[in-house]
C-alpha cells in the first residue's frame, strides 16, 4: 500500500511518498543534483562501481607521477590545486561529482596519451579552427565527453609529433658530451712519439 503525503510552504512544494514494499526503497534513490522538473528518483542499479573502478586518488597520483601538472589536473577535476593537494595527502576527500568527472575523462586521456601525461600538458591550451582546445572543454561545469573525444581526435597529429621529437632528442648522438664537440671527442687519436 502506497501513501502520499503533501505539505506546501509558502510557494515550495514537498511531495513524501511513503511504501510497505522495501523493494521501492532499496531499488531508488534520491539525486540532489535533480531539478524541479525532471524526475527526483534515479534507479540505484546505475550508480553501482563498476569491476575496474580506481579511486580518484590514483588516478590523479597517476597523472602527477606521469608528468601532467598538477595545475591541469585541477582544471580536469574543476577545483582549485589546494584540493588536488589535499586529494594527494589525504586531508579531505573529493566530492562525488568531482571523482565523476575525473573517472569519466581518465579512460580517453589514458588511450590518447598512452600513459604520457606531459604530452598532455603540452597540448592542452592547443586549438582548432573554431577556438576549441581541452582547456576551454574542461573549464565548463559539465565536461562534454564526445568534445573531449573529437578534441583529441584533432590532436592526434600533434601527440605524435611531439612524441617523435621527444624520441630524437633522446637517441641523439653524442647525448652525455655537455661542452665537448661530439666529431672530435669520438674520433681516433694519433699518438707520436716526440725526440
Not at 589525504?90 to 596519451?113: I, M, N
Request: net charge neutral; aromatic share 8%.
Amino acid at each position: 500500500m502506497m501513501k502520499t503525503n503533501f505539505v506546501t510552504r509558502g510557494l515550495l512544494v514537498v511531495a513524501g511518498v511513503s511504501s510497505s514494499c522495501s523493494a521501492f526503497a532499496g531499488s531508488y534513490q534520491i539525486s540532489p543534483g535533480m531539478s524541479h522538473t525532471s524526475p527526483w528518483q534515479v534507479a540505484a542499479a546505475t550508480s553501482a562501481p563498476s569491476e575496474t573502478h580506481i579511486s580518484l586518488k590514483e588516478m590523479v597520483t597517476e597523472f602527477k607521477a606521469k608528468g601532467c601538472p598538477i595545475t591541469t589536473i585541477s582544471e580536469i577535476a574543476g577545483v582549485e590545486r589546494k584540493t588536488v593537494y589535499s586529494w594527494l595527502d589525504g586531508s579531505s576527500t573529493p566530492h562525488p561529482d568531482r571523482e565523476q568527472r575525473v573517472a569519466d575523462v581518465y579512460p580517453l586521456l589514458k588511450d590518447a596519451f598512452n600513459d604520457d601525461f606531459g604530452t598532455l600538458n603540452r597540448v592542452w591550451r592547443s586549438k582548432t579552427r573554431e577556438g576549441v582546445s581541452l582547456e576551454s572543454i574542461f573549464s565548463s561545469a559539465d565536461v562534454d565527453l564526445a568534445a573531449v573525444s573529437d578534441q583529441l581526435k584533432y590532436l592526434h597529429s600533434s601527440i605524435a609529433n611531439i612524441r617523435a621529437a621527444d624520441e630524437r632528442r633522446k637517441t641523439k648522438p653524442g647525448k652525455g658530451m655537455v661542452g665537448k664537440n661530439g666529431y672530435v671527442a669520438e674520433s681516433a687519436i694519433a699518438d707520436f712519439d716526440r725526440v
